[in-house]
């Protein structure tokens, strides 16, 4: 079945430590979403890619990276300049640019600091 | 984009039709009405989408009203497993914004038995 995986589904960082959080599609989808969502909270955008080797920032892209080498692939790295991490991280992706069709989401991974 | 609201909460008797309204007042022509769901601790499940004519799929039915300021999500059977949130979201999805989701409070459904 086609869809979007994120891995882990839980994730500890400890103080200092950049993490990945992992992201694939196989829904041929050419732009992927990266969101955070806290407690009570709707969806920040982090990060987005329209295509391969192309992203632009959100709306709270501050201390976090990310890459798209393959479309399929669309990895978050959580930096250590990231001092609020705690939270639900979604990963989406829909098909073609510019377009009414609708994003669809992974299940998320949990982030937690130690 | 336009901004939505919706009713914090609902309920619904298993097996009778829920019925979820959005107002959306202030929306333009290009922009289109999306309905997401979501699950305690799972990812958001698009449910449907429409622009100006009513919208069913094997989920719900999106009946937008003609001069499009609200609409209201019909899941024609509810059942235990609709209990979720559930986000009304306006979007020019080819604006500048290439399609970014903010979700609002939503609504609270719960279905009982």
């Known amino acids: 079945d086609g869809g979007i995986t994120q891995s882990p589904k839980y994730l500890f960082r400890k103080e200092g430590q950049n993490v990945t959080l992992s992201c694939e599609q196989n829904?041929?989808?050419?732009?992927m979403y990266w969101y955070r969502q806290d407690p009570g909270q709707g969806l920040r955008l982090i990060y987005y890619s329209q295509i391969v080797n192309d992203f632009q920032k959100g709306d709270i892209a501050e201390g976090y990276s990310v890459s798209r080498e393959k479309k399929e692939s669309f990895p978050l790295t959580v930096t250590s300049a990231q001092k609020n991490p705690t939270a639900f991280y979604l990963c989406a992706s829909k098909s073609g640019g510019p377009s009414n069709q609708p994003q669809h989401f992974g299940d998320g991974t949990r982030l937690s600091i130690l | 984009d336009a901004k939505t609201t919706q009713p914090p909460s609902m309920d619904c008797a298993e097996g009778r039709a829920a019925n979820l309204p959005c107002n959306h007042s202030t929306i333009s022509g290009n922009e289109y009405v999306y309905w997401y769901r979501q699950i305690h601790s799972q990812g958001p499940q698009y449910i449907i989408h429409g622009l100006k004519n009513n919208e069913t799929n094997e989920m719900a039915s999106l009946i937008i009203t003609e001069d499009r300021k609200s609409s209201t999500l019909i899941l024609p059977h509810a059942t235990l497993r609709d209990t979720a949130v559930y986000y009304c979201?306006?979007?020019?999805?080819?604006?500048?914004?290439?399609?970014?989701?903010?979700f609002g409070q939503g609504t609270i459904l719960t279905v009982h038995p």
């Open positions: 979201i306006v979007l020019n999805a080819g604006g500048t914004s290439y399609g970014k989701l903010t």
């Open positions: 829904l041929n989808h050419d732009a």
